[in-house]
């Protein structure tokens, strides 16, 4: 099954947006074993539309399209779509009903361009929007399937996800195509893959087995990928693949899914019943972000200091002004002090401290921009550790932010 | 002048690689006033590609092509754009030259495959390339130029900004093409669209202007775009809409570039020598996270609390028992308490803070999922707004967030 992405938005023909949409369905549909042949940009001109529905149409069984679906002039994809496909707009009494919903639990006062987000095409299917308020739709003619969605991403990551590939997973046949993704952290990519060695010892010989190392700020993922036609070969194949990527370089992996590190760590202080707390200067708060970006996480994190001024660290922490004085607040001892004072203020099991130079400002030729101590403190015992996170402040904090969570994995499993 | 983007590469059509290369060519293109009107991606595939090379032959003055143009058995560009523009390959000596000593200086021996890069179509213009071994290319025929480019970005962005950039610019016949983009938030975008009713008052009547609403969970940027002949009346017809888009939406305008909130709240504090604290639950210290990723947000930002567990709330902030008792955590009284505590106890002169049910547990009849609470206290007056934020965890965060800092904005500005 052959498929064509078309996303439609002037944004992206001057380039004011990165087509993050375009490599994410693209993804996706690898993921179900449909081939992606062609992706094509335009903007919102009508003409232009329906000559890459045209062109689109000609080629491919599967044709995926986002963007322009919402309620102001320049939304014209849905009306494009329908006289491409010869047939026109009628009420969808469920969806205005979701839209009302919506609006009212978000305290939103509905005008008609709202309302008219609940027509759809005449001969097409409804795909629902749980997280917004245009609908998706599923047209078809001639062995050709059309989905619409919204250039939104979390909207289009929705539907595609629960609803587009569900349904294109039954209507592929024939071959089997298997995935799984390890997530590492803490080795760079070449380290990685020198630690793993010989290739052919994972992935063999025939061709079969594929495992590509997907590197960004934060990690690498090693995604093996498996195509045969015999579903249970298929699936010995790649536990055998993961299970010497294990044996290899098994202490950097840190999930075997999707999970983030967060998630990962979240499972590992309930089943200890364990709670934590956290002291951050150079991340801000993005420690804490992370931790209770997962849900539950109340019921392990009390909570965290941002003290980005050296009087909060003194104060809130109990981090002594003469430590400072003499280390500095970029040092060992400070990141010590801040994660005990942490854990003491807290009533917390377990506390991570963060003091580094985000830059781009504030560096010193003994503390360039870059540096960070991070420390851990429980009842035991209370230590820190040097690293270097590059000079770009977002990525600093990315990755420090990252590290703290590995370095708490690690010392959860006894690893350190 | 009218463009399209071809972007070639197998690894493109799995979704294993963000497509960043097209989007920083349409900006650059756009900018000295060249009208990209469709981006291609096809895989390393003959057909495909010369396919795609034909299309935008027929409708496009200039195309960009990026990918394809390594070393390796995959790399199938240069052969056949010969092929389309019926030619054949001659050895440049130049870039033989120039390989050679790249490949000294880097302490690498050449092979083969490295010595063919030097092989450049005959009836070309040779784009050099400073910083690897692909040449680029310019290849014309009946007004229609080819430039092809190296996919490696570092490589193409410094053809294309050295090179074809200022080729273009001479050649370019013409048109103006001016933008402005507005950031707006703590209104939806139909509300927006509303609000500004007839959009002819903003873009005229003659099609020269256009506005694009580009809504994302955390606001509406409204993009003004101007075609013309002639600079000045482009500017006045830029300048005319920006005005009535601001007379009749200014307050929910927090930026004229491409700056986040952060920055224009970190910008107000500096100018009122003002410092500011953060209190959190709800959104765990996405509020800090976000203020510190400014540079030189130290200068003002003194710290914040994460106070997920209510005896953080209380020990910390000086909560009374007794308020949360009485109201619930979720509540006015305690997002005010929250606020002014954080103030006293960080001896900052504002502090902002957040109390909320951010899912997907914990909601109830009366204190449903996604409700909020969000507090300002400074020397003269404390203070908190109910607000509901939909019931996915993430985006309740990253939207809760949002219009703290937003909160922050209006008050400085005394807009509440």
């Known amino acids: 099954m ?27 549909l690898n993921s179900v074993g449909i081939d992606c042949r062609r992706m094509t940009t335009v903007g919102d001109d009508a003409a232009e539309i329906t000559a890459a529905f045209t062109a689109a149409f000609d080629r491919a069984q599967v044709v995926c399209i986002t963007g322009g679906l919402g309620p102001t002039h320049d939304d014209i994809t849905k009306t494009l779509v329908c006289e491409f496909f010869n047939t026109d707009l009628v009420m969808h009494e469920p969806t205005l009903e979701h839209i009302k919903a919506l609006a009212q639990r978000r ?9 008219d987000q609940a027509l759809v095409p005449r001969n097409g299917t409804v795909i629902p929007n749980p997280v917004g308020t245009a609908p998706g739709m599923l047209l078809e003619r001639d062995g050709r399937m059309f989905f619409v969605m919204p250039g939104v991403p979390y909207e289009m990551k929705e539907m595609l996800d629960n609803w587009i590939l569900p349904f294109l997973r039954e209507r592929r046949t024939g071959t089997v195509l298997l995935h799984r993704t390890l997530k590492s952290t803490g080795i760079g990519e070449s380290m990685l893959a020198h630690q793993i060695g010989d290739i052919s010892s994972v992935i063999g010989t025939d061709g079969s087995v594929t495992l590509a190392f997907l590197p960004n700020p934060i990690g690498t993922k090693m995604r093996i990928t498996v195509k045969g036609t015999d579903e249970a070969a298929a699936q010995a194949k790649l536990l055998h693949a993961e299970s010497v990527l294990r044996e290899k370089a098994g202490q950097y992996i840190y999930s075997d899914d999707e999970k983030d590190l967060e998630h990962v760590i979240g499972q590992l202080l309930k089943e200890r019943s364990l709670t934590l707390a956290t002291a951050e200067s150079c991340t801000g708060g993005a420690i804490a972000h992370r931790i209770t970006n997962v849900p539950g996480s109340s019921g392990y994190f009390l909570g965290g200091f941002v003290v980005y001024h050296n009087d909060m660290k003194m104060k809130q922490l109990g981090v ?12 060992k001892a400070v990141a010590e002090a801040m994660a005990s004072g942490a854990r003491t ?3 917390a099991h377990i506390a991570l401290s963060a003091t580094g130079i985000a830059g781009p400002d504030g560096g010193t030729p003994e503390k360039p921009v870059g540096l960070c101590w ?3 403190s429980d009842a035991e015992s209370t230590f820190a550790m040097k690293f270097s996170f590059g000079d770009n402040r977002i990525r600093f904090k990315e990755r420090a932010t990252q590290a703290a969570l590995e370095l708490l994995r690690r010392k959860l499993l006894k690893m350190t």
């Open 107 to 115: 305290n939103i006062t509905l005008i008609q361009s709202n309302l």
């Open 2 to 28: 052959t498929a064509e992405i078309i996303t439609i938005g002037d944004e992206l023909l001057i380039g004011q947006i990165i087509n993050t949409n375009q490599a994410y369905i693209a993804e996706r």
């Open 345 to 347: 203020a807290s009533g």
């Open 374 to 376: 991070l420390g851990y």
């Open 320 to 331: 002594p002004q003469q430590t400072i004085a003499d280390h500095g607040a970029v040092s």
